[in-house]
């Protein structure tokens, strides 16, 4: 049972380029969770979906920012017009049902923004 | 707002000696509190959960407590060994609906053979 599968693993971007961040959560689950790693920071909550809905994306930039969970296919973190505080690692998590599931996470998308 | 501290921020020991982190938090009304490990480019691995119920909780060689009150908790880690090497997070929930973790900068660790 392959774990949470995120990809690529390493994205460099320049400056006003998008970003597309992927997330296969574990077979069977279908609620997922993204949060950002800044440098020297925890992890923040941004946005948590299940499929085909966005429950609560009240951790994500209002502008530039955006995810998706469709009903086929992995989850999407978009993010246009990149700048250089952007430049953090992603995490996707998932779970088998949402509060108080426990949640299993990927190993995450480093983007760069040059 | 809830904030999740860890201090401190690095933290390096000899092969056999055995690891404190500390975790506090300002908000003591947590549903429940959980200690990750996050190796270098890698994932996190869940390695203790501890309902605010509860006082401990413990894993073979670790042992993770928490003190609601003072809004506190602390991995032991006993007789370190080099594999022990790695970022150790800690994060709460807030209630029992809750589903955002928040997260500490975490502790880096490194174990000298």
């Known amino acids: 049972n392959a774990g949470v599968m995120q990809n690529p693993r390493h994205l460099v971007r320049r400056r006003g380029q998008e970003a597309r961040l992927r997330c296969s959560p574990m077979k069977g689950h279908s609620h997922v969770y993204w949060y950002r790693q800044l440098p020297e920071e925890g992890l923040k909550f941004m946005v948590y979906l299940q499929k085909e809905n966005i429950i609560d994306e009240s951790g994500m930039p209002k502008e530039r920012f955006s995810a998706e969970f469709p009903k086929e296919g992995p989850s999407i973190l978009r993010i246009q017009q990149v700048v250089r505080g952007d430049s953090a690692a992603y995490f996707c998590?998932?779970?088998?049902?949402?509060?108080?599931?426990?949640?299993?996470f990927g190993p995450g998308t480093r983007l760069l923004v040059l | 707002k809830q904030e999740v501290t860890q201090i401190p921020a690095a933290l390096s020991v000899p092969e056999g000696e055995n690891l404190v982190l500390n975790c506090s938090f300002t908000d003591s009304a947590i549903y429940n509190l959980q200690w990750f490990r996050q190796d270098p480019g890698k994932g996190l691995t869940s390695l203790l959960l501890i309902q605010s119920s509860q006082r401990e909780q413990t894993s073979g060689r670790l042992n993770a407590s928490l003190d609601k009150s003072s809004g506190r908790s602390t991995l032991y880690i006993a007789a370190s060994q080099p594999g022990d090497s790695a970022t150790y997070l800690c994060a709460v929930t807030r209630g029992s609906n809750d589903y955002k973790l928040s997260f500490g900068a975490g502790t880096t660790v490194t174990v000298r053979a």
């Open positions: 998590a998932s779970s088998l049902a949402g509060t108080q599931e426990t949640q299993y």
